[in-house]
C-alpha cells in the first residue's frame, strides 16, 4: 500500500517488444540486432500513487527508435498515456515516468534525448504471464506468447546487465506481432517472430 513518505510508488506489469531477434541483446548490454531497436514498452499500473494522486487501473506506453546501445541514450521516443485518466491522472503519471521525481524512473528516463511528446489515446492491455495482446487504435499493435521449460514453467530472465523493471524476473517471450503506425513522429515499422518481455514492477522514491 502507498504510505505518504513515498513520492510515487507504482506497481503492475510491464510489457516490452522490439525488433530484435530473440532474446533482446540489450537485456546483456550488447548492442541491438543491426544496430538499432524499434520497440515499446507498456506500463500496466495495478496499483500506487503519484504524489497522493492514485493512478491505478491506467497505462503508459513509451514508443521508441533507438540507433545504436541503448545505455547511449540515443532514442526518438513519444508517449501516449491512457485516455482513462483524468487530466490531473496523467499529469501525476508523466510527472513520474518523465524522471522528475527520481527513484528507477529518473534513470529510465535519461535515455531519452530532448523533449518527449505526448498523446492521450484509449490503450487496451490484455496481457499476462507473457501471453496477450496491446492495441492503441490504428497507431499500435503487439501480440505475444511466452517460452516455456522442460516441466512447462515460463521460461524468465534474471540478473541481468540492463532492466526495464530491475529487481524483478522478466518473462521470455515471443511477439508474433509488433506493429507501429505513428509516421507524424517518424516511428512507423511492424515486425514479426521478434522478441517480447513482460514482468511485474515496483517503482518507489
Not at 491506467?58 to 508517449?79: C, D, E, H, P
Request: charged content about 15%; some cysteine; glycine content about 10%.
Amino acid at each position: 500500500m502507498p504510505t505518504t513518505a513515498s513520492v510515487y510508488r507504482l506497481e503492475g506489469q510491464l510489457l516490452e517488444v522490439c525488433s530484435c531477434n530473440v532474446l533482446c541483446p540489450c537485456w546483456v548490454a550488447e548492442d541491438p540486432d543491426d544496430g538499432y531497436c524499434a520497440t515499446f514498452v507498456a506500463y500496466q499500473i495495478e496499483q500506487g500513487q503519484v504524489r497522493g494522486v492514485h493512478v491505478a487501473g491506467l497505462t503508459l506506453v513509451r514508443v521508441s527508435y533507438f540507433r545504436g546501445n541503448i545505455l547511449k541514450g540515443t532514442a526518438q521516443t513519444m508517449i501516449f498515456v491512457d485516455a482513462a485518466g483524468s487530466e490531473e491522472q496523467r499529469a501525476a503519471l508523466l510527472e513520474a515516468f518523465g524522471g522528475k521525481l527520481g527513484g528507477a524512473l529518473a534513470d529510465v528516463a535519461k535515455l531519452y534525448l530532448g523533449e518527449v511528446p505526448v498523446r492521450v489515446a484509449p490503450i487496451t492491455y490484455r496481457i499476462a504471464a507473457g501471453r496477450g495482446t496491446i492495441q492503441i487504435g490504428e497507431a499500435l499493435y503487439g501480440e505475444m506468447a511466452p517460452f516455456h521449460g522442460p516441466n512447462g514453467a515460463v521460461t524468465r530472465l534474471v540478473d541481468s546487465a540492463f532492466s526495464t523493471i530491475p529487481g524483478s524476473p522478466a518473462y521470455v517471450s515471443k511477439a508474433s506481432t509488433n506493429r507501429v503506425h505513428l509516421p507524424a513522429f517518424q516511428l512507423e515499422w511492424e515486425y514479426h517472430g521478434r522478441n517480447a518481455i513482460q514482468g511485474h514492477f515496483l517503482f518507489e522514491a
